[in-house]
């Protein structure tokens, strides 16, 4: 079975501060893919990245970047320079090749930046 | 319209009342997903259609009533809900038969069951 654990239920920073949002994923799958998800207040699920299993290749896009660890089973978040347009939910989400198309969410991480 | 589209955004409705939920996405997709996300759970994946068959029901209450009729429409039909039910209810499309693709969403509709 998989499963997506994301600890931190709601994070408060001040603007300018640099926040780490946490994704700890469990799979018996080799061959898996692990997503990151913006949902504003608006209600729309945003895609930001995906990443598969075969790849621990760092990613950086802007503000944002990406920690893949597979010997921790965690695929890290972090946002550089938080702005309030950052504040919203965000999912971490798991699915698998054997999966057909079920994604797995997490919970989500509650991200408020105050200005 | 760009993306995927869900209407209405916010239905308020009866125990008794029937209603439906439509969603269209406009992305060339070959796979439609109905997902419900409620206060303080994890988004719930309820059905998922590829090539305008369901392949997927995760145990949905039959008075959830999911309706397909091509690649592009996605239909969620409600009758005789309960005040539990109250929840967003999100629509996704992705590209299917390529393991990993990401799904792209629509913006919800806001259910309230009084």
């Known amino acids: 079975a998989q499963k997506v654990t994301q600890a931190q239920t709601e994070i408060s920073v001040v603007e300018k501060e640099d926040v780490t949002l946490d994704c700890v994923y469990e799979?018996?799958?080799?061959?898996?893919?692990l997503f990151w998800y913006k949902q504003p207040p608006s209600g729309e699920l945003v895609f930001l990245i995906r990443?598969?299993?075969?790849?621990?290749q760092n990613e950086i896009s802007g503000r944002y970047s990406w920690n893949f660890q597979k010997s921790t089973s965690s695929f890290n978040f972090t946002i550089t320079a938080s702005q309030v347009v950052d504040s919203a939910v965000y999912f971490c989400?798991?699915?698998?090749?054997?999966?057909?198309?079920?994604?797995?969410f997490g919970k989500g991480t509650k991200l408020t930046v105050n200005p | 319209e760009t993306g995927v589209t869900q209407t209405p955004r916010h239905l308020v409705m009866g125990m008794t009342n029937k209603k439906s939920l439509k969603c269209e996405q406009h992305?060339?997709?070959?796979?439609m997903y109905w997902y419900k996300q409620s206060a303080k759970k994890p988004l719930e994946l309820m059905f998922v259609?590829?090539?305008?068959?369901?392949?997927e029901n995760n145990s949905v209450p039959s008075r959830f009533s999911p309706e397909c009729p091509n690649s592009s429409h996605l239909f969620l039909h409600l009758h005789t809900l309960q005040p539990e039910d109250s929840a967003l209810y999100l629509c996704?499309?992705?590209?299917?038969?390529?393991?990993?693709?990401?799904?792209?969403f629509g913006p919800g509709t806001r259910l309230t069951v009084t």
């Open positions: 996704a499309s992705s590209q299917a038969g390529l393991a990993g693709n990401e799904q792209y």
């Open positions: 989400a798991l699915t698998t090749q054997g999966g057909s198309e079920k994604l797995v």
């Open positions: 990443r598969n299993s075969f790849d621990e």
């Open positions: 259609y590829n090539f305008k068959e369901q392949t």
């Open positions: 992305l060339g997709h070959n796979a």
């Open positions: 799979t018996r799958d080799t061959t898996y893919y």
